[in-house]
């Protein structure tokens, strides 16, 4: 699709034809993609801004983070907010003051699982530690296994002191998901007190739990 075709496209009242015209702009370089997405930003559909937010993940330079930012600020559709975020996720770690307190300030579920599992790629153990805190009284299961999860990034890091002692404790959860994760985050950990957890855990009354101590100890092996 042409560019005459594309501006066409995004100036119709057809909220396909948006959808069209931005999702043309895949094929063309930043320099020409971010001015048309950004021109979209404000778009009264859901649909369009999260594909004009995914857009300038992709396509990068300056003003296309830039706007991210303003977007992240402005939203107020949770499924938008969360690919605003995946979209900054892309910058890598100069994306973190930005999406560090969005984290804290939004309760959205699938936003917070995609920058919890961002900061674990992103060496901010300090950052990480903090957002798993938070993550664990958050009203969502997910999110709160998602964060004992995440620990298993600390391993190794000036962190991992902290990391290891709230896993010990999460392995006495009522919670079979929680003692699961806590099974595979401890993986990493050359802890004694990891050991035994996990030689505990491997006795646990739930089968999924057993099951994620026992593919540990294979994995484990075949690596070595």
């Known amino acids: 699709m042409g560019i005459s075709e594309i501006e066409a496209n995004l100036a119709s009242p057809d909220p396909q034809a948006r959808m069209r015209g931005?999702?043309?702009?895949?094929?063309?370089?930043?320099?020409?993609?971010?001015?048309?997405?950004?021109?979209?930003?404000?778009?009264?559909?859901?649909?369009?801004?999260?594909?004009?937010?995914?857009?300038?993940?992709?396509?990068?330079?300056?003003?296309?983070?830039?706007?991210?930012?303003?977007?992240?600020?402005t939203e107020i559709h949770s499924?938008?907010?969360?690919?605003?975020?995946?979209?900054?996720?892309?910058?890598?770690?100069?994306?973190?003051?930005?999406?560090?307190?969005?984290?804290?300030?939004?309760p959205d579920w699938l936003m917070r699982m995609s920058i919890l599992l961002a900061l674990a790629d992103m060496d901010s153990p300090q950052e990480l530690f903090k957002l798993?805190?938070?993550?664990?009284?958050?009203?969502?299961?997910?999110?709160?296994?998602?964060?004992?999860?995440?620990?298993?990034?600390?391993?190794?890091s000036d962190m991992e002191e902290d990391a290891v002692l709230h896993l010990l404790a999460f392995s006495q959860s009522q919670h079979w998901q929680i003692r699961q994760q806590v099974a595979i985050a401890l993986r990493p950990f050359p802890d004694p007190r990891a050991l035994e957890t996990l030689l505990q855990l491997q006795q646990d009354p739930d089968y999924r739990v057993v099951s994620a101590v026992l593919e540990g100890i294979w994995s484990s092996r075949s690596a070595g």
């Open 132 to 156: 798993c805190l938070t993550a664990f009284v958050d009203p969502n299961p997910t999110v709160q296994e998602t964060g004992v999860k995440c620990l298993g990034f600390l391993a190794g």
């Open 22 to 73: 931005l999702t043309a702009l895949r094929d063309y370089e930043a320099e020409i993609a971010v001015p048309l997405l950004v021109s979209r930003r404000q778009d009264q559909e859901v649909i369009v801004r999260s594909l004009v937010a995914m857009g300038l993940g992709y396509k990068q330079n300056d003003k296309a983070f830039e706007t991210l930012v303003g977007m992240l600020e």
């Open 79 to 106: 499924n938008v907010r969360a690919e605003i975020a995946n979209a900054l996720i892309k910058y890598g770690k100069k994306a973190i003051p930005y999406i560090v307190p969005a984290f804290y300030q939004h």
